[in-house]
Nanobody
Framework: QVQLVESGGGLVQAGGSLRLSCAAS????????TGWFRQAPGKEREFVAA????????YYADSAKGRFTISRDNAKNTVYLQMDSLKPEETAVYYC?????????????????WGQGTQVTVSS
């Protein structure tokens, strides 16, 4: 069993930055692919970014490329999402997730664990 807790969300002006953190407890995240998803009001949950177990490979939604950076610190059992140049349309609840089956499965929403989400609001 793994519990994931997100933090770092909040209110930011368009063009600003936030860094989200996802802290895991229960079991180490070192054997899990991890990633971030978001869900805006009235919309489907969508994939944002993913990173494999070692941190050697990263993947991003087209909308996030060049502006968002996912990273992980296995020693701290924590995953991060650095978000720069935020846009108002990226206002959403952001969720951390983990998969035992690799990044491919995670990116297809096949996650074994989900965090509770953290609200990100980007004002215009």
């Amino acid at each position: 069993q793994v519990q994931l807790v997100e933090s770092g969300g909040g209110l930011v002006q368009a063009g600003g930055s936030l860094r989200l953190s996802c802290a895991a407890s229960g079991r180490t995240l070192s054997a899990y692919a991890t990633g971030w998803f978001r869900q805006a009001p009235g919309k489907e949950r969508e994939f944002v970014a993913a990173i494999n177990w070692s941190g050697s490979s990263t993947y991003y939604a087209d909308s996030a490329k060049g502006r968002f950076t996912i990273s992980r610190d296995n020693a701290k059992n924590t995953v991060y999402l650095q978000m720069d140049s935020l846009k108002p349309e990226e206002t959403a609840v952001y969720y951390c997730a983990a998969s035992r089956s690799g990044v491919g499965k995670l990116m297809r929403y096949g996650c074994d664990y989900w965090g509770q989400g953290t609200q990100v609001t980007v004002s215009s």
